[in-house]
Protein backbone atom coordinates (compact mmCIF):
# COMPACT_ATOMS: atom_id res chain seq x y z
CA UNK A 1 0.00 0.00 0.00
CA UNK A 2 1.48 3.25 -0.88
CA UNK A 3 2.53 5.23 2.05
CA UNK A 4 0.95 8.72 2.37
CA UNK A 5 3.35 10.15 4.55
CA UNK A 6 5.54 10.98 1.17
CA UNK A 7 2.55 11.06 -0.97
CA UNK A 8 2.94 14.20 -3.05
CA UNK A 9 0.85 13.97 -5.97
CA UNK A 10 -2.26 16.02 -7.00
CA UNK A 11 -5.26 16.17 -4.64
CA UNK A 12 -7.41 14.63 -7.00
CA UNK A 13 -4.88 11.79 -7.46
CA UNK A 14 -4.48 11.04 -3.77
CA UNK A 15 -8.39 9.93 -3.46
CA UNK A 16 -7.88 7.22 -6.08
CA UNK A 17 -5.18 5.53 -4.08
CA UNK A 18 -5.95 1.47 -4.32
CA UNK A 19 -5.49 -0.50 -1.37
CA UNK A 20 -3.46 -3.95 -1.88
CA UNK A 21 -6.51 -6.07 -0.55
CA UNK A 22 -9.92 -6.66 -2.06
CA UNK A 23 -13.08 -6.39 0.09
CA UNK A 24 -12.31 -7.44 4.02
CA UNK A 25 -14.29 -7.73 7.26
CA UNK A 26 -13.58 -5.66 10.37
CA UNK A 27 -11.74 -7.22 13.37
CA UNK A 28 -11.52 -5.08 15.51
CA UNK A 29 -14.39 -3.23 16.70
CA UNK A 30 -14.87 -0.21 18.64
CA UNK A 31 -16.99 -1.60 21.68
CA UNK A 32 -13.47 -4.12 22.18
CA UNK A 33 -10.99 -1.57 22.20
CA UNK A 34 -9.20 -0.58 24.96
CA UNK A 35 -6.26 1.50 25.87
CA UNK A 36 -2.84 0.52 24.26
CA UNK A 37 -4.20 -1.27 21.04
CA UNK A 38 -2.55 -0.21 17.72
CA UNK A 39 -5.51 0.12 14.76
CA UNK A 40 -5.15 -1.26 11.80
CA UNK A 41 -8.63 -1.33 11.02
CA UNK A 42 -12.03 0.27 8.42
CA UNK A 43 -13.99 2.94 10.27
CA UNK A 44 -17.10 5.05 8.98
CA UNK A 45 -16.84 9.02 9.11
CA UNK A 46 -19.58 10.03 11.00
CA UNK A 47 -17.96 13.79 11.74
CA UNK A 48 -14.94 15.54 10.75
CA UNK A 49 -14.10 19.17 12.47
CA UNK A 50 -11.64 21.64 11.00
CA UNK A 51 -8.24 21.67 10.06
CA UNK A 52 -5.96 23.97 13.29
CA UNK A 53 -2.78 24.00 14.09
CA UNK A 54 -0.85 23.00 17.15
CA UNK A 55 2.82 23.12 18.28
CA UNK A 56 4.17 20.62 15.65
CA UNK A 57 2.14 21.40 12.79
CA UNK A 58 -1.00 20.63 11.79
CA UNK A 59 -3.86 18.68 12.68
CA UNK A 60 -7.58 17.56 12.34
CA UNK A 61 -10.44 14.79 14.35
CA UNK A 62 -13.41 13.48 13.03
CA UNK A 63 -15.86 10.82 14.75
CA UNK A 64 -15.62 7.12 13.70
CA UNK A 65 -17.90 4.56 13.54
CA UNK A 66 -18.68 0.96 13.10
CA UNK A 67 -21.72 -0.66 13.92
CA UNK A 68 -20.80 -1.30 17.67
CA UNK A 69 -20.00 2.43 18.14
CA UNK A 70 -18.04 5.66 17.97
CA UNK A 71 -14.83 7.15 18.75
CA UNK A 72 -12.66 10.32 18.64
CA UNK A 73 -9.98 10.30 16.31
CA UNK A 74 -6.97 12.57 16.17
CA UNK A 75 -4.39 12.88 13.44
CA UNK A 76 -1.50 14.99 14.15
CA UNK A 77 0.27 15.88 11.08
CA UNK A 78 3.74 18.15 10.98
CA UNK A 79 4.50 21.55 9.31
CA UNK A 80 3.47 20.58 5.92
CA UNK A 81 0.18 22.15 5.88
CA UNK A 82 -0.70 21.37 2.43
CA UNK A 83 0.14 17.55 2.56
CA UNK A 84 -2.20 17.68 5.63
CA UNK A 85 -4.92 19.79 4.06
CA UNK A 86 -4.66 16.99 1.04
CA UNK A 87 -5.15 14.17 3.24
CA UNK A 88 -7.96 15.74 5.19
CA UNK A 89 -9.98 16.78 1.69
CA UNK A 90 -9.40 13.55 0.25
CA UNK A 91 -12.55 11.94 2.46
CA UNK A 92 -15.96 13.14 3.87
CA UNK A 93 -18.60 12.46 6.02
CA UNK A 94 -20.16 9.10 5.02
CA UNK A 95 -16.99 7.34 3.49
CA UNK A 96 -14.98 4.52 4.93
CA UNK A 97 -11.43 4.67 5.99
CA UNK A 98 -8.88 2.58 6.49
CA UNK A 99 -6.57 3.64 9.63
CA UNK A 100 -3.21 2.50 9.91
CA UNK A 101 -0.70 2.11 12.74
CA UNK A 102 -3.05 4.64 15.17
CA UNK A 103 -2.94 4.37 18.81
CA UNK A 104 -5.71 3.86 21.07
CA UNK A 105 -5.11 6.36 24.07
CA UNK A 106 -7.48 8.05 26.79
CA UNK A 107 -8.26 11.12 27.39
CA UNK A 108 -10.58 12.89 29.47
CA UNK A 109 -11.51 9.37 30.69
CA UNK A 110 -12.73 8.85 27.30
CA UNK A 111 -11.12 6.51 24.63
CA UNK A 112 -9.69 7.60 21.33
CA UNK A 113 -7.45 7.26 18.27
CA UNK A 114 -4.45 8.75 18.08
CA UNK A 115 -2.54 8.74 14.63
CA UNK A 116 0.87 10.07 14.11
CA UNK A 117 1.84 11.22 10.35
CA UNK A 118 5.47 10.02 10.80
CA UNK A 119 4.55 6.25 12.24
CA UNK A 120 0.76 5.94 10.77
CA UNK A 121 -1.64 7.04 8.48
CA UNK A 122 -4.90 6.58 6.94
CA UNK A 123 -7.05 6.66 3.46
CA UNK A 124 -10.20 6.65 2.15
CA UNK A 125 -11.41 3.06 1.07
CA UNK A 126 -14.08 2.27 -2.24
CA UNK A 127 -17.36 0.24 -1.58
CA UNK A 128 -15.45 -2.51 -3.39
CA UNK A 129 -13.74 -2.83 -0.27
CA UNK A 130 -15.79 -3.12 2.95
CA UNK A 131 -19.38 -4.59 4.31
CA UNK A 132 -21.75 -1.84 5.02
CA UNK A 133 -23.29 -4.24 7.63
CA UNK A 134 -19.55 -3.93 9.62
CA UNK A 135 -20.57 -0.32 10.24
CA UNK A 136 -24.30 0.51 10.43
CA UNK A 137 -26.26 -2.41 13.02
CA UNK A 138 -28.92 -4.58 11.91
CA UNK A 139 -31.26 -7.05 13.57
CA UNK A 140 -30.28 -10.83 12.05
CA UNK A 141 -32.98 -11.15 8.89
CA UNK A 142 -34.77 -13.85 11.14
CA UNK A 143 -35.57 -11.14 13.62
CA UNK A 144 -36.90 -8.82 10.81
CA UNK A 145 -38.86 -11.53 8.94
CA UNK A 146 -40.11 -12.07 12.08
CA UNK A 147 -41.44 -8.99 13.49
CA UNK A 148 -43.11 -8.30 9.65
CA UNK A 149 -45.00 -11.70 9.81
CA UNK A 150 -46.36 -10.01 13.38
CA UNK A 151 -47.02 -6.72 11.34
CA UNK A 152 -48.73 -8.32 8.79
CA UNK A 153 -51.37 -10.19 11.22
CA UNK A 154 -52.40 -6.85 12.46
CA UNK A 155 -53.48 -6.07 9.24
CA UNK A 156 -55.45 -9.28 8.52
CA UNK A 157 -57.99 -7.68 10.98
CA UNK A 158 -58.73 -4.46 9.59
CA UNK A 159 -62.23 -4.63 8.07
CA UNK A 160 -62.33 -1.27 6.38
CA UNK A 161 -62.10 -2.65 2.78
CA UNK A 162 -61.04 0.95 1.66
CA UNK A 163 -58.18 1.10 4.30
CA UNK A 164 -57.10 -2.24 3.34
CA UNK A 165 -57.02 -1.58 -0.36
CA UNK A 166 -54.46 1.44 0.45
CA UNK A 167 -52.30 -1.44 2.51
CA UNK A 168 -52.51 -3.64 -0.32
CA UNK A 169 -51.24 -0.90 -2.70
CA UNK A 170 -48.44 -0.09 -0.09
CA UNK A 171 -47.63 -3.59 0.72
CA UNK A 172 -48.25 -5.59 -2.54
CA UNK A 173 -44.86 -3.97 -3.92
CA UNK A 174 -41.93 -6.03 -3.26
CA UNK A 175 -39.49 -3.16 -3.45
CA UNK A 176 -41.81 -1.33 -1.08
CA UNK A 177 -41.53 -4.22 1.48
CA UNK A 178 -37.66 -4.48 1.34
CA UNK A 179 -37.02 -1.12 2.27
CA UNK A 180 -39.88 -0.61 4.76
CA UNK A 181 -38.24 -4.19 6.61
CA UNK A 182 -34.69 -2.49 6.29
CA UNK A 183 -34.70 0.78 6.68
CA UNK A 184 -33.66 3.16 10.19
CA UNK A 185 -35.98 4.74 12.10
CA UNK A 186 -33.77 7.24 12.97
CA UNK A 187 -29.91 8.32 12.49
CA UNK A 188 -29.41 8.32 15.95
CA UNK A 189 -31.42 8.03 18.85
CA UNK A 190 -34.10 5.47 18.92
CA UNK A 191 -34.44 2.41 16.75
CA UNK A 192 -31.07 3.59 14.91
CA UNK A 193 -30.20 0.14 13.05
CA UNK A 194 -31.22 -1.87 9.87
CA UNK A 195 -34.67 -3.01 10.68
CA UNK A 196 -35.38 -0.53 13.19
CA UNK A 197 -38.38 1.37 11.45
CA UNK A 198 -40.23 -1.96 10.95
CA UNK A 199 -40.02 -2.76 14.96
CA UNK A 200 -40.88 1.22 15.91
CA UNK A 201 -43.73 0.44 13.55
CA UNK A 202 -45.31 -2.76 15.23
CA UNK A 203 -44.68 -1.13 18.75
CA UNK A 204 -46.89 1.82 17.54
CA UNK A 205 -49.22 -0.44 16.33
CA UNK A 206 -49.41 -2.81 19.55
CA UNK A 207 -49.82 0.14 21.45
CA UNK A 208 -52.45 1.65 19.27
CA UNK A 209 -54.48 -1.52 19.80
CA UNK A 210 -53.84 -1.65 23.37
CA UNK A 211 -55.06 2.39 23.60
CA UNK A 212 -58.39 1.43 21.26
CA UNK A 213 -59.05 -2.08 23.80
CA UNK A 214 -58.68 0.18 26.77
CA UNK A 215 -61.39 3.18 25.53
CA UNK A 216 -64.70 3.22 23.32
CA UNK A 217 -65.30 5.73 20.46
CA UNK A 218 -62.06 4.85 18.09
CA UNK A 219 -61.91 4.16 15.01
CA UNK A 220 -59.57 1.02 15.56
CA UNK A 221 -59.06 0.36 11.62
CA UNK A 222 -58.01 3.94 11.40
CA UNK A 223 -55.82 3.87 14.22
CA UNK A 224 -54.02 0.62 13.08
CA UNK A 225 -53.96 2.03 9.53
CA UNK A 226 -51.91 5.29 10.85
CA UNK A 227 -49.51 3.49 13.08
CA UNK A 228 -48.47 1.04 9.51
CA UNK A 229 -48.29 3.71 7.37
CA UNK A 230 -47.20 6.80 9.96
CA UNK A 231 -43.53 6.73 8.99
CA UNK A 232 -42.96 5.21 5.46
CA UNK A 233 -41.47 8.83 4.33
CA UNK A 234 -38.34 7.29 6.36
CA UNK A 235 -37.99 5.20 3.56
CA UNK A 236 -37.08 8.23 1.47
CA UNK A 237 -35.91 10.44 4.21
CA UNK A 238 -32.87 8.34 5.00
CA UNK A 239 -30.33 6.48 3.00
CA UNK A 240 -27.55 3.48 4.01
CA UNK A 241 -23.94 3.69 3.08
CA UNK A 242 -21.43 2.96 5.54
CA UNK A 243 -23.52 5.54 7.84
CA UNK A 244 -27.23 6.28 8.28
CA UNK A 245 -27.68 9.56 6.29
CA UNK A 246 -30.47 12.00 5.30
CA UNK A 247 -31.57 12.12 1.42
CA UNK A 248 -31.74 15.62 -0.31
CA UNK A 249 -36.10 15.30 0.17
CA UNK A 250 -35.33 13.96 3.39
CA UNK A 251 -33.46 16.88 4.66
CA UNK A 252 -35.64 19.67 2.73
CA UNK A 253 -39.44 18.22 3.48
CA UNK A 254 -38.67 15.39 6.49
CA UNK A 255 -40.78 11.88 6.62
CA UNK A 256 -43.65 13.83 8.01
CA UNK A 257 -44.60 15.56 4.54
CA UNK A 258 -43.35 12.78 2.47
CA UNK A 259 -45.30 10.32 4.05
CA UNK A 260 -48.53 12.81 3.55
CA UNK A 261 -47.80 13.18 -0.36
CA UNK A 262 -47.36 9.02 -0.63
CA UNK A 263 -50.37 8.05 1.15
CA UNK A 264 -52.43 10.97 -1.33
CA UNK A 265 -50.32 9.95 -4.09
CA UNK A 266 -51.67 5.85 -3.84
CA UNK A 267 -54.91 6.84 -3.00
CA UNK A 268 -55.50 8.73 -6.39
CA UNK A 269 -53.57 6.10 -8.51
CA UNK A 270 -56.79 4.00 -6.52
CA UNK A 271 -59.52 6.21 -8.02
CA UNK A 272 -57.55 6.49 -11.49
CA UNK A 273 -58.58 2.67 -11.25
CA UNK A 274 -62.24 3.64 -10.87
CA UNK A 275 -62.21 2.95 -7.37
CA UNK A 276 -63.86 5.06 -4.85
CA UNK A 277 -62.14 5.76 -2.00
CA UNK A 278 -63.60 8.77 0.52
CA UNK A 279 -61.98 11.84 0.85
CA UNK A 280 -62.94 12.35 4.44
CA UNK A 281 -61.63 9.55 5.69
CA UNK A 282 -58.22 9.93 3.16
CA UNK A 283 -58.13 13.56 5.40
CA UNK A 284 -58.70 11.92 8.76
CA UNK A 285 -55.28 9.38 7.50
CA UNK A 286 -53.50 11.76 6.57
CA UNK A 287 -54.40 14.31 9.36
CA UNK A 288 -52.73 11.45 11.39
CA UNK A 289 -50.05 11.27 9.60
CA UNK A 290 -49.42 14.92 9.33
CA UNK A 291 -50.13 15.20 13.43
CA UNK A 292 -48.22 12.27 14.62
CA UNK A 293 -45.56 14.46 16.26
CA UNK A 294 -48.20 15.55 18.50
CA UNK A 295 -46.42 19.27 18.96
CA UNK A 296 -45.41 22.14 16.90
CA UNK A 297 -41.86 21.76 18.82
CA UNK A 298 -41.83 18.64 17.75
CA UNK A 299 -41.81 19.15 14.10
CA UNK A 300 -45.38 18.40 13.74
CA UNK A 301 -46.87 20.01 10.65
CA UNK A 302 -50.34 20.41 12.69
CA UNK A 303 -51.59 19.18 16.05
CA UNK A 304 -54.22 16.52 16.61
CA UNK A 305 -57.90 17.16 16.18
CA UNK A 306 -59.35 13.89 16.32
CA UNK A 307 -59.21 11.10 18.71
CA UNK A 308 -57.09 8.51 16.49
CA UNK A 309 -54.80 11.01 16.02
CA UNK A 310 -54.09 11.98 19.43
CA UNK A 311 -53.61 7.95 20.44
CA UNK A 312 -50.86 7.83 17.18
CA UNK A 313 -49.41 10.69 18.79
CA UNK A 314 -49.08 9.19 22.01
CA UNK A 315 -47.90 5.85 20.77
CA UNK A 316 -45.32 7.32 18.97
CA UNK A 317 -43.75 9.15 21.62
CA UNK A 318 -44.25 6.35 24.23
CA UNK A 319 -42.36 3.73 22.20
CA UNK A 320 -39.50 5.89 20.93
CA UNK A 321 -38.90 7.30 24.08
CA UNK A 322 -38.92 4.27 25.85
CA UNK A 323 -36.80 2.33 23.56
CA UNK A 324 -34.72 5.61 23.34
CA UNK A 325 -34.30 5.59 27.18
CA UNK A 326 -33.36 1.76 27.18
CA UNK A 327 -30.66 2.24 24.35
CA UNK A 328 -28.69 5.37 26.22
CA UNK A 329 -29.23 2.90 29.27
CA UNK A 330 -27.00 0.39 27.09
CA UNK A 331 -24.81 2.45 26.14
CA UNK A 332 -23.58 3.73 29.36
CA UNK A 333 -23.35 0.63 30.50
CA UNK A 334 -20.56 -0.59 27.93
CA UNK A 335 -18.83 2.55 29.20
CA UNK A 336 -19.23 2.47 32.84
CA UNK A 337 -18.95 0.27 35.56
CA UNK A 338 -20.93 2.96 37.48
CA UNK A 339 -24.25 2.94 39.04
CA UNK A 340 -24.91 5.85 38.21
CA UNK A 341 -24.89 8.40 34.91
CA UNK A 342 -25.33 11.57 33.82
CA UNK A 343 -26.71 12.42 30.54
CA UNK A 344 -28.24 15.33 28.67
CA UNK A 345 -31.61 15.61 28.71
CA UNK A 346 -32.76 18.62 26.07
CA UNK A 347 -36.57 18.83 27.09
CA UNK A 348 -35.59 20.00 30.31
CA UNK A 349 -32.12 21.82 29.04
CA UNK A 350 -29.69 19.66 31.50
CA UNK A 351 -27.51 17.14 32.54
CA UNK A 352 -30.13 14.17 34.70
CA UNK A 353 -29.34 11.76 36.39
CA UNK A 354 -29.70 7.74 35.11
CA UNK A 355 -29.67 4.78 37.34
CA UNK A 356 -27.68 1.67 35.22
CA UNK A 357 -28.36 -1.14 37.79
CA UNK A 358 -30.33 -4.35 35.89
CA UNK A 359 -33.21 -4.50 38.14
CA UNK A 360 -35.64 -6.63 35.86
CA UNK A 361 -35.15 -9.80 38.46
CA UNK A 362 -35.38 -7.89 41.79
CA UNK A 363 -37.23 -9.87 44.35
CA UNK A 364 -37.23 -12.89 42.11
CA UNK A 365 -34.89 -14.55 44.67
CA UNK A 366 -35.89 -15.41 48.49
Given amino acids: MIDLYEYNKKRDEQMMIKADTGKRRKEQFIESLKEGDVINELFAVKRKDPLRGYKKGTMFSFVAADKTGEIDVKFWGGENRDRVKRLYESFKVGDVIQIRSGNVESYNEKLQISINETTG?????????????????????????????????????????????LLDTFFGDPDFVDKFKHSPSAMTHHHNYI???????????????????????????????GAILHDIGKLREYKLGATIDKT?????????????????????????????????????LCHMILSHHGRYEYGSPRLPKIVEAQVLFQADLMDSQVKNYLQIMEENRQISDEDWVFVWDGDIGRRKAMYLVDITSIGEKI
Fill in 248 to 284: GIGNFIGHIVIGDRWIREKIEELRRQDYVFDRELENY
Fill in 195 to 225: GGNLQHTLGVVRLCDNICDMYNGINRDLVIT
Fill in 121 to 165: GMRRCSPEEYESSDFIAALTEEEIEELYKQLLEYMKKINNPQLRR
